[in-house]
């Protein structure tokens, strides 16, 4: 129903930034993001799909989808079609050759859209994720709004974000390694498009949680139609792992 097709996206600052930032990663990126975060990206995924897997939902959307990990992740856990979103053409083209190399063709389609204004209906999907997102946005709480607008009634939604450590002692060795080590790490494994990256991760991360606390973020899920919102804090706290249903 969904496949190959195409959304103009808007011009906003955030999304351009996003589109820029990230141009440089795909062919890479599952790898490195693996690789920099000593192999917790994987784990942190798995933790989220499994939120959503126990409905059984029939069609599911993951918004943020970049080069297929989770959308992979899902199409394994469950037998439901997916479709993948994400603003950018360059990493849809690595997750269009991800799914084709894992033979999901049949089950995923991918789509170039915003998070922030999805091209589909009121109610469409049994089930939603979303990865890395709320960071790339101008508007938290409206984005949370219109990710709830698509998700039937009772279905599960769930997310993974990066997150600030909450106990001093490992904010102090998160921050050392998101502003020193993972630039020089990056630059060393990626080049200059991961190095760009690292420079920008750790202060992109706290400028966020200093605008938008984990609490406040809770509310925003709850004032979007969402309820029975969870958390769970990821490997010492350098990650977030957040799910709830729509409300019926």
């Not at 600052?13 to 990230?22: H, W, Y």
């Not at 000593?38 to 029939?58: I, L, N, S, T, Y």
């Not at 106990?167 to 630059?187: D, M, Q």
């Amino acid at each position: 129903m969904f496949r190959n097709r195409k959304v103009s996206s808007s011009r906003a600052a955030p999304n351009e930034f996003a589109r820029s930032l990230f141009a440089p990663l795909p062919s890479r990126y599952n790898v490195l993001a693996q690789l920099l975060s000593f192999g917790q990206d994987r784990r942190w995924r798995a933790a989220m799909v499994e939120h959503v897997v126990g409905a059984k939902p029939r069609i599911v959307l993951d918004v943020a989808c970049g080069p297929c990990a989770v959308t992979r992740r899902l199409a394994k856990r469950t037998s439901a079609r997916i479709v993948g979103v994400d603003l950018s053409e360059d990493m849809l083209r690595t997750g269009q050759a991800n799914i084709r190399t894992s033979k999901l063709e049949e089950r995923v389609a991918l789509v170039l859209a915003r998070g922030e204004q999805l091209p589909f209906a009121d109610a469409t999907f049994d089930a939603l994720t979303f990865t890395y997102l709320l960071r790339y946005v101008s508007d938290p709480e409206a984005t949370m709004k219109e990710l709830a607008r698509v998700v039937k009634p009772g279905g599960p939604i769930a997310n993974l974000e990066f997150a600030v450590p909450s106990k001093i002692e490992w904010r102090v060795a998160w921050w050392c390694y998101t502003r020193w080590v993972l630039p020089v790490a990056g630059y060393v494994t990626g080049g200059k498009g991961w190095w760009d990256v690292g420079r920008f991760l750790g202060p992109s991360i706290s400028k966020h949680y200093k605008s938008y606390p984990v609490d406040w973020t809770l509310r925003a899920w709850e004032h979007a139609g969402i309820e029975h919102v969870e958390s769970q804090a990821m490997s010492l706290g350098g990650g977030i792992v957040i799910w709830g249903y729509r409300k019926d």
